[in-house]
C-alpha cells in the first residue's frame, strides 16, 4: 500500500498487526488459554485515527481500515503510546544515536555495532 502520511502507514501496520494478534489469540482461546492484546505504537496521528469514529479528515482511506476504530471500542484490543526512546522498532525505521541503538538491541537479544 502507499501511504501518503507517516500516520497513515503507521495506521496500515496497525491494522495487519491488530488482525494477525487477534488470530493468535484465537489460536490460544482455541487451546484452552486467555490472551489480552495490547499494541504499543507511537504515532499520534495514528492513535486519532482509530480514537475516533469514522473517516475525519482522512477520507482516502479504505473502509477496511475502519474495523480499528470498533475493535478498540469493544475492547478487543487496546493500543498504548510507546515512547520514541522505548519504541525497539525504531533501529529498523530511522537513524538513532548509537547508545540507543545500542539498548534496542540489547533488548532484543543483539549485539550492535563493529567488532572490527
Known amino acids: 500500500m502507499i501511504a501518503t ?8 501496520a496497525l491494522n495487519r498487526v491488530a488482525s494477525e494478534s487477534l488470530g493468535i489469540q484465537s489460536v490460544l482461546k482455541d487451546l484452552g ?13 495514528t ?12 477520507g482516502h482511506l479504505d473502509v477496511a481500515e475502519l474495523w ?23 533501529i529498523l525505521t530511522k537513524h538513532v544515536p548509537k547508545d540507543l541503538s545500542e539498548k534496542h538491541c540489547a533488548s532484543l ?8
Open 5 to 12: 502520511s507517516s500516520g497513515e502507514a503507521e495506521l496500515y
Open 33 to 45: 488459554y486467555e490472551a489480552t492484546i495490547t499494541i504499543e505504537i507511537d504515532a499520534k496521528a
Open 47 to 58: 492513535m486519532g485515527m482509530v480514537a475516533r469514529n469514522g473517516l475525519g479528515k482522512m
Open 68 to 90: 480499528l476504530q470498533e475493535a478498540i471500542r469493544n475492547r478487543r484490543f487496546c493500543i498504548k503510546k510507546v515512547a520514541g526512546a522505548d519504541n525497539t522498532s525504531d
Open 109 to 116: 537479544g543483539l549485539v550492535c555495532g563493529s567488532t572490527m
